[in-house]
């Protein structure tokens, strides 16, 4: 049984960072597409960065260069670095595994109805 369990979320002030985690099991992620997901209130969830194969990533413009996905396999966790955090990065982040195929990420990772599976989700609150 696949299971994400995501963890790092808090309350945070304009500008800080936090690192979120994404404990994956029953699940060989090694060579899939990982992502991370957010979901703003009243807004639709969105797909903010992904990894394929530990190594090639992908990110949308409103993260780009403050927000960094990697992924440690000997712990079997995917990580989200936030940095520079502002208002609108509020919202319930979800880490995400799988989709169509294993050949990489390339023209779906930020589309919700084609990931696989999804972990629970864990809050990131950022204040002025």
């Known amino acids: 049984q696949v299971q994400l369990v995501e963890s790092g979320g808090g309350s945070v002030q304009v500008g800080g960072s936090l690192r979120l985690s994404c404990v994956v099991s029953?699940?060989?992620?090694?060579?899939?597409?990982m992502g991370w997901f957010r979901q703003a209130p009243g807004q639709e969830r969105e797909g903010i960065a992904a990894?394929?194969?530990?190594?090639?990533?992908y990110d949308v413009g409103s993260v780009r260069g403050r927000f960094t996905i990697s992924q440690d396999n000997a712990k079997n966790t995917v990580y989200l670095q936030m940095n520079s955090l502002k208002l609108e990065d509020t919202g319930m982040y979800y880490c995400?595994?799988?989709?169509?195929?294993?050949?990489?990420?390339?023209?779906?990772?930020?589309?919700?109805?084609?990931?696989?599976?999804w972990g629970q989700g864990t809050q990131v609150t950022v204040s002025s």
């Open positions: 990894i394929w194969a530990g190594r090639v990533r």
């Open positions: 029953g699940y060989d992620y090694s060579r899939d597409c």
């Open positions: 995400t595994a799988g989709g169509p195929h294993t050949h990489g990420c390339d023209g779906w990772w930020y589309t919700p109805k084609r990931v696989d599976h």
